[in-house]
């Protein structure tokens, strides 16, 4: 059984011009630069988001020699996820007592103490404790941000087999599934970790997989196999909202359009990168999933009629109970 607790703290993504990239993050997508490392002239990286909750590490390629690696392998793109512990030699031994692949041991480096893991889709990513600045606390470098309702939501995964996936983040680092749209064992899913709430950490981890895949992820899992794919951004306006980057230069990857039942739109970051722009999952979604401790399943509409009903009428009930006990 694990005893450490894993938080998603950032998602990296090596950028081959670390000033075109913050171009589109601040001036198109509104986020603010949180803090970064300064080499002389140039930032070797730097953290946006919107002040607080996860945020996106903007990497220089030429970095270090494992990201020199993965660039040559898929060129500039999501990198890896990291996840904070409160302690990084503890969290490293239990994962790799649990057979995780190991990518790098706990070393120091920028006040931090972190190693590197492989997930079963050898997808790499981090654990540090200390160092790297918490989010919310901003630095002294000039923030370009114009203003948005953008917030970062999800990072998403595309794996050939989504349950092997799925196991794999409840299993090893404690993620707990609290939405799914899925059939035949494929589709999406939605995770939290043990810092979920609906305020400050918000962020999920997406996990895709066939079939009922999009052109667009059939044609990158054939490419590259397992990956992580996107980055997703919610807002209360989608159109709004997409048009708004649009207008400030973003390109167009897919226009706003209904997916089951919520809106969506594509915009590209100047790295290739897909960047999604949907409305937020349901309050009350995740509420029900994280009180009965599973996920609701959207393709089900039935079953999760039937869950909401229920959990409303006892909602109602424990309101009232509270009100004429005043407990």
């Not at 409840?170 to 899925?182: A, D, N, R």
């Not at 969506?264 to 290739?272: R, S, T």
Request: hydrophobic share 35%; net charge negative; aromatic share 10%.
């Amino acid at each position: 059984m694990n005893t450490s607790i894993y938080r998603i703290h950032h998602v990296s993504i090596l950028c081959g011009d670390l000033k075109e990239s913050l171009s589109v993050y601040c001036d198109q997508l509104g986020q603010e630069v949180i803090t970064g490392k300064l080499a002389p002239g140039i930032p070797d990286h730097v953290f946006v988001g919107t002040g607080s909750g996860v945020t996106v590490q903007l990497i220089r390629k030429s970095q270090a020699d494992n990201e020199w690696a993965y660039a040559s392998k898929y060129g500039t793109s999501i990198y890896q996820i990291s996840y904070r512990v409160d302690d990084t030699d503890h969290a490293f031994e239990e994962l790799k007592s649990n057979g995780v692949r190991v990518a790098w041991e706990p070393q120091n480096a920028s006040g931090a103490r972190h190693c590197g893991f492989y997930d079963d889709d050898g997808l790499l990513f981090e654990l540090f404790s200390n160092g790297y600045s918490e989010t919310g606390s901003k630095s002294k470098l000039e923030n370009p941000s114009r203003g948005t309702e953008l917030r970062l939501h999800h990072v998403s995964i595309l794996t050939p087999n989504m349950r092997r996936a799925q196991r794999f983040y409840e299993e090893k680092l404690g993620l707990k599934t609290v939405f799914e749209l899925t059939k035949e064992d494929g589709g999406l899913i939605f995770m939290i970790d043990e810092a979920y709430d609906h305020w400050k950490n918000n962020f999920m981890l997406e996990i895709v997989g066939p079939p009922d895949l999009e052109p667009r992820e059939v044609e990158l899992l054939n490419q590259r196999g397992a990956c992580y794919d996107h980055l997703c951004y919610i807002a209360k306006d989608v159109k709004k909202s997409w048009q708004m980057v649009i207008q400030k230069g973003g390109k167009n990857a897919g226009v706003p359009t209904r997916y089951h039942g919520t809106w969506m739109a594509w915009v590209k970051d100047i790295n290739g990168n897909d960047l999604e722009i949907m409305q937020p999952i349901p309050k009350f979604v995740i509420d029900i999933a994280i009180e009965r401790g599973q996920g609701l399943n959207g393709s089900k509409l039935l079953q999760t009629l039937s869950i909401f009903i229920t959990y409303m009428v006892e909602a109602s009930l424990k309101s009232l109970k509270a009100l004429f006990t005043g407990s």
